[in-house]
């Protein structure tokens, strides 16, 4: 007879608040990455003694485990949602004594994954338990409704790395290095007033409360609150009507309800009824959380997924193997790892023959450093689909002999296994059906021998580059066992054709300059084209530096794959993260009827839009770029361009006004 299953009861999302000061946070966490001797009590008849660690960059946790060469146990804690102590644990194990709850601590983490640990004393609790909230919240760019405002977070953290001897106050100098990370600038004069004001023991120094109200002074936005007359009463109180009347008249959120009034004053106004005051509310236009620029949809998958895959803008990294420049870049197998839960479902290797016998990923002929092939496609396995579970594409560029393709071939069977797509006539070719898949992309056994993307375009490269790149010789076409594993076939796109010709299995390869070059000669045929078929965008090769490329010249073509370096942080990077943020930030953007639909003609761009926007107010605005010195006073001048295709700026641009 079968045994029933109980399903353990779920644990309720929770992270407590951070109460305790930072001396002793900062203190604790700097034992937790020296290591923290504990008791793990799970399935096994009795607890095992671990030592848990927080890694160097305070981003996971992890032990050892009992058997050796045996990867270390990490758990990420951007993935923990719930932290309870005490007789709070739900569901103990048996291991754990009654007497011993109020020692014990348990953590639950994404997808099921749980740590009960039981510590020597309840103070290790507290501690681990406040540590754990801060760093958790420290480490997230938004916080969910019922969560504190993360910019207490942010100024805790800086007061600890500001406050170098502990002393657990800061001085004038001190608080004005810290206003300077906090990007606050302000006269000299008026920090020194209100230093005296709120230093109540006239010490010279504040400690951490009484530096929060002086921050909060400094903060206060007289302009927000008249923006506000009219709408709150005498006493500077606006209730839900009044909230709801100015949501509806200044902000020109007409979806706005009473009931939405409501809820948002008993978030920002705890233990009051019925009214938040004028300077709270300012506060809450001017940075909270609560009034994010991000529409709070945006968070969930709100796209239909059930189209082909061709009807999506896809998330592509570039070279994902490197870390640095094109040229003399380390190369790492973590950086698929950070690339993947960034948000990118297609990503690169470029394959080698390997002086043992084994393949290996590097930048050819260049100084790039060399890694293991299957440690690269074991971390693809590893992490595809810890974000989210839609199809990762993997794009390989072949340069190896048959032998190494063939042991490039078993590694990736053996692997990815049944998360491999092979054929696609087999399931739906959209991302909805093909959750937790994984697909190949490469050249087809009778085509030729593969060149790398700055091979194809050395325009703007050094001479001494080129020439590198020119000893290249080309090695045999792909084998029929790499073949096999294949379910998208590259293409090269020398020239547009007809737009019905393409298979929609065939990635075109074209590079930016390319792009741009079609824009001019054929747009209207590419766009036609990408309805059908993908066509991918790579950098320009006098990009060696690893600076990205313009994105909506390539987008505005309907082109799929804009292959981005994650590793450089710079404007196109930013556009290209906020733009994937939407749709739960799962790396599949549906496109606009017009670039997928072949009923709509490419040509029909929708109706102009006219937009108007009124500044109200500024701070924490930095310095100029191109300042020499450090200004005691910043006279701004706002600005408020349009990102849009610059070859479709058929307008002047946007008015500038100061």
Request: charge should be neutral; hydrophobic fraction near 35%; aromatic fraction near 8%.
């Amino acid at each position: 007879m079968r045994r029933s299953f109980k399903r353990p009861e779920p644990v309720e999302a929770y992270i407590p608040s951070v109460t305790v000061s930072p001396e002793q946070l900062f203190r604790f966490i700097r034992l937790m990455k020296k290591g923290i001797k504990t008791k793990k009590h799970g399935k096994a008849r009795k607890p095992s003694d671990k030592t848990l660690c927080l890694d160097a960059d305070e981003q996971r946790l992890y032990y050892h485990p009992s058997k050796k060469h045996v990867r270390d146990v990490t758990f990420e804690l951007h993935q923990l949602h719930a932290i309870v102590s005490g007789e709070n644990i739900v569901n103990p194990p048996k291991t754990l004594r009654a007497d011993r709850e109020q020692s014990a601590l348990q953590l639950v983490f994404k997808h099921e994954r749980m740590l009960i640990l039981e510590f020597n004393a309840a103070y290790d609790v507290t501690m681990w338990s406040q540590s754990l909230a801060f760093l958790v919240r420290k480490n997230r760019t938004s916080a969910p409704l019922d969560q504190e405002d993360p910019r207490n977070i942010h100024i805790l953290q800086l007061w600890m790395e500001t406050d170098t001897d502990n002393s657990r106050t800061l001085s004038y100098e001190e608080i004005m290095c810290l206003l300077d990370k906090l990007n606050l600038h302000c006269q000299k004069r008026i920090v020194k007033h209100k230093l005296d004001v709120y230093d109540t023991n006239n010490s010279g120094e504040l400690d951490y409360t009484e530096f929060i109200h002086f921050y909060k002074d400094l903060m206060d936005r007289p302009e927000i609150k008249k923006a506000l007359h009219g709408y709150y009463d005498h006493s500077e109180n606006l209730n839900a009507e009044n909230l709801t009347r100015f949501m509806h008249h200044v902000q020109k959120q007409s979806e706005w309800t009473l009931r939405d009034s409501i809820k948002l004053i008993r978030l920002l106004y705890k233990g009051r009824k019925g009214f938040i005051t004028a300077s709270i509310f300012a506060d809450f236009l001017s940075g909270s959380p609560l009034n994010s620029w991000a529409n709070p949809e945006h968070a969930a998958v709100t796209h239909d997924m059930t189209q082909p895959l061709t009807a999506y803008f896809i998330a592509t990294s570039h070279n994902t193997f490197l870390t640095r420049d094109q040229l003399q870049s380390e190369s790492s197998v973590e950086h698929y790892a950070t690339v993947l839960k960034m948000g990118a479902r297609c990503v690169e290797l470029e394959c080698w023959d390997g002086l043992d016998g084994n393949p290996i990923v590097t930048r050819g002929q260049t100084r790039c450093t060399r890694l293991n092939a299957q440690e690269v496609l074991q971390c693809i396995n590893q992490h595809a689909f810890s974000t989210n579970p839609y199809p990762v594409i993997v794009m390989l560029e072949l340069h190896m002999s048959h032998r190494q393709q063939s042991i490039l071939a078993t590694h990736i069977k053996t692997i990815f296994g049944r998360r491999l797509i092979t054929k696609l006539g087999d399931i739906p070719f959209t991302p909805e059906a093909m959750k937790f898949r994984i697909l190949l992309k490469s050249r087809q056994p009778s085509e030729a021998p593969d060149y790398s993307d700055d091979e194809k375009d050395c325009m703007g490269m050094p001479v001494e580059v080129i020439e590198a790149l020119q000893q290249h010789t080309g090695q045999p076409g792909v084998s029929m066992e790499m073949g096999a594993c294949v379910c998208l076939k590259a293409a090269h796109l020398e020239s547009v054709p007809d737009p019905c010709s393409p298979k929609p299995d065939s990635v075109h390869s074209i590079s930016e300059t390319q792009c741009q070059t079609i824009w001019v000669t054929s747009p209207t045929e590419l766009g036609e084209m990408n309805k059908r078929t993908f066509t991918r965008v790579y950098p320009a090769g006098w990009r060696y530096n690893s600076e990205n490329q313009h994105l909506y010249d390539s987008w505005s073509l309907g082109c799929q794959f804009v292959s981005m370096n994650y590793q450089t942080l710079d404007l196109n990077m930013l556009q290209h993260q906020a733009k994937f943020a939407q749709n739960g930030s799962c790396g599949y953007l549906l496109k606009p009827i017009f670039l997928r639909s072949v009923e709509t003609p490419y040509e029909d761009w929708g109706k102009t839009v006219c937009l108007h926007v009124r500044v109200v107010s500024g701070f924490q605005i930095p310095t100029p770029p191109r300042a020499t010195a450090k200004l005691d006073i910043i006279d701004p001048w706002t600005g408020c361009p349009r990102i849009v295709c610059r070859a479709r700026c058929d307008r002047p641009p946007s008015k500038q006004r100061s």
